[in-house]
């Protein structure tokens, strides 16, 4: 897949001006793959080189030393002690599952999966264990702040992946190196890769989608 043509594809769905942002979603589908298998679903994480211009990602916190709290709470919109997991309901639970950044200190991490786990594992949204370090969360944070999911586990599995690797307002160039950055990682978690690989599109929110390959 070429930067040129994802440029190309870009300028064609331009579509009608709208009132607010749209963003740009990228959408790969695939062949010869059966979605019933469990080894044929692809859930990966794929860092972009360039933030979705999706604004600041909403952080939370698992943690139970209170110096380390101390230090790190500014980054954080939520920090939770590990003494109130246990009494989170699942409405909390349901809640916690909309932050875009889970990240907990590392011994903690057993007690989340215990209480928590049944709601967070199936989406994918387990936190990420860090040491207590003000160092060590501020660098979880800059990777985690341009990192998307990237699944055809939607309920059931599908035969495509659709993800934003943008919106309008961002630099053609950097959108391009966005979408090559997500095939490139699905193609590589693809059982046979480009043999996998049935046609991709780019689109913005309100335009038809414009075929790449």
Do not use: C, W
Not at 112 to 124: D, M, N, R, S, W
Not at 130 to 152: C, D, F, Y
């Amino acid at each position: 897949m070429e930067k040129k043509d994802i440029i190309s594809a870009l300028e064609q769905a331009s579509g009608k001006k709208r009132n607010f942002k749209q963003k740009i979603e990228l959408i790969i589908n695939f062949k010869n793959l059966d979605v019933k298998k469990q080894e044929n679903l692809i859930d990966i994480k794929v860092v972009l080189p360039h933030s979705t211009g999706r604004g600041k990602a909403r952080a939370l916190l698992f943690a139970k030393t209170a110096s380390f709290i101390e230090s790190v709470k500014d980054m954080f919109e939520r920090v939770i002690y590990e003494n109130q997991i246990e009494s989170l309901s699942k409405k909390d639970a349901q809640e916690i599952a909309q932050y875009d950044i889970l990240l907990a200190e590392g011994p903690v991490m057993l007690t989340v999966a215990k209480h928590l786990g049944q709601t967070l594992a199936p989406i994918g949204k387990m936190p990420k264990p860090v040491n207590p370090e003000k160092s060590a969360v501020e660098n979880a944070l800059a990777g985690a702040e341009s990192a998307i999911r990237v699944t055809n586990k939607k309920g059931k599995g599908i035969p495509l992946v659709q993800v934003v690797i943008g919106d309008e307002s961002m630099d053609p160039e950097k959108i391009a190196e966005n979408a090559i950055e997500v095939y490139k990682d699905v193609l590589n978690a693809l059982p046979g890769q480009k043999h996998n690989i049935k046609s991709v599109y780019i689109k913005k929110t309100m335009s038809p989608a414009v075929k790449i390959i």
